[in-house]
């Protein structure tokens, strides 16, 4: 932070971007500015800018989603984060088992809702509705949870790193994530066709059974209150009744009004992210400009040129850098994270998988580089 955004004169910036709210939504640049921070224009920030930033906005007392610090993605430049006010930032545990089911569940949640390409009130409605029933979480957790839900919303996690995610929590959790998603997309009283084959896919890539899925869009609901098995009560003789606590010293029971006003600090917090997320400090992004249609040296049937070309490119190498894939597809004036969306959709409808994965490297999974070259038809 430069000197001019020290102190005072940080938290009179930050202050001004939430006016006469307690929640406010704006670009990550701006905030950079009110911060005094320089980042770059476009692009992912690093991981040590975003605990910067995250850092400084703590001693602030204001929490933001994304933060990567609790296991929600890193920040965009360009992209949206949304800022509340709370006591420290509002802490959590991200690497609590209970809170990252949570977090995995509103991640595939927000994706089921936006895969028609448009978010129904109804639809958040629902995911909060689960935020709220989840079990095991707290309520800074919730109100956490329902601001990067409500992020996501505007800006999509990548579909196969959500999906991925739900390997690595447990059957019942993976379970509660699946009746989350369909419920978000019931929750308007229909399902569009991208809705369904989203669903679809998160069904097989579970390997869940699909005709449990046509089942529950038939019935237009979702049984979200599992009936609960009760083990026999076994009595045993012989033990005896606890003596009674001792009472409490006649001084009377001491208060730590400390803990008391951090408690109303986040309760007041979280009861407004509670109430309802979305307030629009910016206007949309007008949508990118499309380029001229790239040829590709080879194609796949139902990919156009320049993701075919992309998706030559990376077959024919076997992974790449994250950085220089990038490159690559900003030279074919392509999205990175939306070129590799598309090209696991086309995968999915051609072979029920996706076929790039994109974490620290991106590669095309191997046991489909065969399958790839024979879908290949030659320009």
Known sequence: MSGSGTGAAALKRVDDLFGDHRIAGVKVTR???????????????????????????????????????????G??????????KAKEGAPVDGEFSAYAAARAMVE????????????????????KAD?????GVGGVDRGRLMAYASTLLRDPAAQQSAIKKLGSIGADARASAVRSATSAVLADGHAAPDEVKFLERLYKALSYPVEDLYSALHRGSVALDEPVAVALETRATGIPIPAQPPAPPSGGVRID???????????????ELLAGIFIEEEPPASPPQIGEPVAAEGKFAGLD????????????????????FED????????PDGAIETINEWGFDRFDEPIVDSDERVSVAEHLRDKLQQARVEA
């Open 305 to 324: 040129g320049a993701h075919a070309k992309l998706l030559s490119l990376l077959a024919e190498s076997g992974e790449l850098d994250r950085q220089e």
């Open 108 to 127: 595939v949640a927000a994706l089921a809702a936006v895969s028609d390409g448009k978010v129904e009130p109804s639809e958040f409605e629902s995911i």
């Open 75 to 84: 920040l965009e430049a360009d992209g949206y984060i949304l800022l509340f």
């Open 257 to 271: 009004r400390g803990r008391l006003e951090r408690i109303k600090s986040e309760t007041t917090a979280v009861s």
């Open 31 to 73: 905030l950079a500015q009110a911060l005094g921070m320089e980042i770059p224009p476009k692009g992912k920030l690093g991981a040590v800018l975003c605990n910067q930033i995250g850092a400084l906005m703590d001693k602030l007392d204001v929490g933001f989603e994304p933060d990567r610090r609790y296991g929600s993605r």
């Open 131 to 135: 935020i709220r029933s989840f079990p």
């Open 328 to 335: 690559e597809a900003r030279k074919l004036r392509l999205l």
